[in-house]
């Protein structure tokens, strides 16, 4: 079982950057598909962004392609998620999520995904 630990978010200004990470403990990183998903106050959790679990293929979210970008660093346990050109509908809580790897990597649904972090806040002001 791998445990998922988010860090990064904070209150950044539309047009800035930010750069979320995930770490990974307690199981073998390489044997996950990795996501990125967001909720909104009042709102579902959505599906951001899928890395597979060799770091060979991604998918966005029509909402976040060509402003975020996720990679993942398997000799660190490590996913990122960096984001640039925010906009404040992009603020909300940012939650990683990993896949088995025998799975199909391209999963958007949050039932898709076996195991989930805890979130970190990401406020974009205008």
């Known amino acids: 079982q791998v445990q998922l630990v988010e860090s990064g978010g904070g209150l950044v200004q539309a047009g800035r950057s930010l750069r979320l990470s995930c770490a990974a403990s307690?199981?073998?990183?390489?044997?996950?598909?990795m996501g990125w998903f967001r909720q909104a106050p009042g709102k579902e959790r959505e599906f951001v962004a899928v890395?597979?679990?060799?770091?060979?293929?991604?998918y966005y979210a029509d909402s976040v392609k060509g402003r975020f970008t996720i990679s993942r660093d398997n000799a660190k346990n490590t996913v990122y998620l960096q984001m640039n050109s925010l906009k404040p509908e992009d603020t909300a809580v940012y939650y990683c999520a990993a896949r088995y790897s025998y799975k199909e990597t391209i999963a958007v649904d949050i039932y898709e995904y076996d195991y989930w972090g805890q979130g970190t806040q990401v406020t974009v002001s205008s």
């Open positions: 890395i597979n679990w060799s770091g060979g293929s991604t």
């Open positions: 307690g199981g073998t990183f390489s044997s996950y598909h």
